[in-house]
């Protein structure tokens, strides 16, 4: 099946400083990606939407000058979060629709990336 | 507005008994439906999807659903818990169109006791 690669699954950095998350679609082209964060034991909620070759869609209240993202590709966007702050910190996680007759409505999902600002 | 809810925000039960969480939605057009199951510090896994037809759909780890369009509903079923089965559930939503993202309910926690 469709598979969603995430790097890093874990990073700790420091406060003031940026980072990086890749979101791979490894067998399938994904025209769209989406990216979502997760507090803890709580739902996950839509930040953007990353089309190839486009700016992303932000949802309201995502700030898309620190939230970064890049959709170079069909099979890879990023999210970077620019001067990450502690409460920056949280779980990301991207996922993937198929493209063109893949297009099922089904997002697959990278397995996170657990973000830590100190 | 298009929103997933989850009622029940933890339920614990029995192991080896039976289990119904439950999940509402409320969306403009036919939506596609899924249940996802997250461990602690993990990502999701989907458990199962509706897409159209059959409206009891089977997913994996003897999971099933049913889609009632009547009740807005797609509530998550298992005959049998185990105790692995102790994780967050999660109900989505999403629109058949391309380019759209799945809406999430807030989830459900599942605690199994013995």
């Known amino acids: 099946g469709a598979v969603v690669s995430q790097h890093p699954s874990r990073v700790i950095c420091k406060s003031g400083t940026s980072v990086k998350i890749e979101c791979r679609s490894l067998?399938?082209?994904?025209?769209?990606m989406f990216w979502y964060r997760q507090f803890p034991k709580q739902s996950l909620m839509l930040m953007a939407t990353?089309?190839?070759?486009?700016?992303?869609?932000?949802e309201q209240g995502v700030e898309k000058d620190k939230f970064l993202i890049n959709h170079a590709s069909l099979t890879l966007s990023t999210l970077t979060v620019t001067s990450a702050h502690p409460e920056d910190s949280s779980f990301y996680i991207c996922?993937?629709?198929?493209?063109?007759?893949?297009?099922?409505?089904?997002?697959?999902f990278g397995e996170g990336s657990r973000l830590t600002v100190l | 507005a298009q929103s997933v809810t989850q009622p029940d925000i933890h339920i614990t039960v029995s192991e080896g008994a039976s289990l119904e969480l439950r999940c509402n939605y409320s969306?403009?057009?036919?939506?596609?439906l899924f249940w996802y199951v997250q461990s602690p510090g993990q990502g999701l896994q989907l458990l199962l999807k509706?897409?159209?037809?059959?409206?009891l759909v089977q997913g994996i780890k003897g999971f099933e659903a049913e889609f009632k369009r009547s009740q807005s509903s797609f509530n998550l079923r298992k005959p049998s818990v185990h105790w692995s089965d102790a994780a967050e559930y999660f109900c989505?939503?999403?629109?058949?169109?391309?380019?759209?993202?799945?809406?999430f309910g807030k989830g459900t926690t599942l605690s199994v006791s013995s």
């Open positions: 996922s993937a629709r198929g493209f063109r007759g893949q297009n099922t409505g089904e997002l697959f």
């Open positions: 067998d399938f082209q994904a025209t769209t």
């Open positions: 969306y403009g057009a036919t939506p596609y």
């Open positions: 990353s089309n190839e070759g486009s700016k992303a869609t932000y």
């Open positions: 509706y897409f159209s037809g059959d409206t």
């Open positions: 989505a939503v999403g629109a058949h169109q391309a380019g759209t993202a799945l809406i």
